[in-house]
């Protein structure tokens, strides 16, 4: 029985360390650095590998998402039986909870605005408004999405939020399910989405629910790139009907070279930083999780397959 780990050589590095110290009788083998029978693979750690990869193992019980999403994975090619674990990391929350009020701010203090008068040698004028003039919806109210309201509730936004099932948060409007998304949407003027990518929510940044928005509302994408539909972003961007885009994550990436996405001018684009996974932090969490899952203890972060996510 062991442990494989697939990725980026470095973190390999830090968690066969940590998993040495932490769960020492359980091999820890990194993939393309030790040798490794397919057949004792147990448990799997990767950001993302091809089915034809994971194929290869057939008695493997658990998949680990190095990252907090899985969509990277080929969940839908496992075997029923394979738990499926995502990364619930403190690096990764406090870093998409920076990202969001970076974000924020810079759309309600009109930032690609004066960006874009800068470059182009002008001196404009444009008034400001205060948070509490700007509401800041919330797609997805998970461990992102709680964490960035958070970070945004001192600096004063009007704050409301929408999730699959009920939540009550102090001092957020919370909307929820497919019934609850219109009243969402016409509540507030910058939206942040932090949703897994599923089924349900693939195209979920399109022209509807653009048109559902308040006119010249901003729209921030920190989930996956497949929760928007490109063509609908650059329609309601050069229509006024959207003031602006900060997106961090796009369907491809890296985004190609002379993608319109580039060069537009209320666009902000971040390659996929948001937020990191954390080499020694989410060690110990895998760590964590591996000493629960061999004690028979609930593992922390277990995506319910059912549902994607
Ligand atoms: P999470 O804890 O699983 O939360 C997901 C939230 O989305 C929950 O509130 C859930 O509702 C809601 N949701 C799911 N399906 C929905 C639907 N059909 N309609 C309405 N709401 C729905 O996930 P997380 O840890 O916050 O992460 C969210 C996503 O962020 C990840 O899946 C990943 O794609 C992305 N991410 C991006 C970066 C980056 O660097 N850009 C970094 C990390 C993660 P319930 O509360 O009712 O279940
Ligand atoms: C990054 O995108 C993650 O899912 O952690």
Not at 154 to 164: D, E, I, N, V, Y
């Amino acid at each position: 029985m062991i442990m494989l780990y697939h990725g980026l050589e470095e973190r390999g590095r830090v968690w066969a360390q940590i998993m040495a110290e932490r769960v020492p009788h359980l091999p820890f083998r990194r993939w393309g650095h030790d040798a490794v029978d397919p057949a004792e693979v147990r448990f799997l750690a990767a950001w993302n590998a091809p089915a034809d990869f994971v194929a290869q193992f057939p008695n493997l019980e658990v998949l680990f998402s190095v990252g907090a999403g899985i969509d990277q994975l080929p969940i839908a090619d496992l075997p029923p039986q394979v738990r499926v674990v995502r990364m619930v990391e403190q690096g990764i929350i406090t870093g998409m909870a920076e990202y969001v009020a970076m974000a924020c701010l810079a759309m309600h203090r009109d930032l690609p605005f004066f960006i874009n008068e800068q470059r182009a040698g002008r001196w404009t004028y444009r008034h400001t408004r205060l948070a509490a003039e700007t509401r800041v919806g919330i797609m997805g109210l998970g461990e992102l999405g709680k964490a960035a309201i958070e970070m945004l509730r001192p600096l004063g936004f009007t704050l409301s939020g929408w999730s699959r099932s009920a939540h009550e948060i102090p001092g957020v409007a919370c909307h929820a399910g497919a019934e609850g998304l219109e009243a969402f949407l016409a509540g507030a003027n910058t939206f942040v989405c932090l949703l897994p990518l599923t089924q349900e929510t693939r195209g979920i940044l399109c022209r509807e629910t653009f048109g559902k928005m308040p006119r010249g509302s901003a729209v921030i994408n920190a989930g996956r790139g497949g929760h928007l539909v490109a063509d609908d972003l650059i329609a309601a961007l050069d229509s006024g009907r959207l003031r602006a885009a900060m997106l961090d994550v796009t369907d491809p990436e890296p985004l190609p070279a002379g993608h319109p996405f580039y060069s537009h001018p209320a666009i902000f684009l971040t390659p996929h930083v948001a937020a990191e996974t954390r080499h020694a932090t989410a060690g110990e969490v895998l760590a964590d999780n591996v000493i629960r899952l061999l004690e028979g203890a609930p593992l922390v972060g277990e995506v319910d397959r059912t549902r994607g996510y």
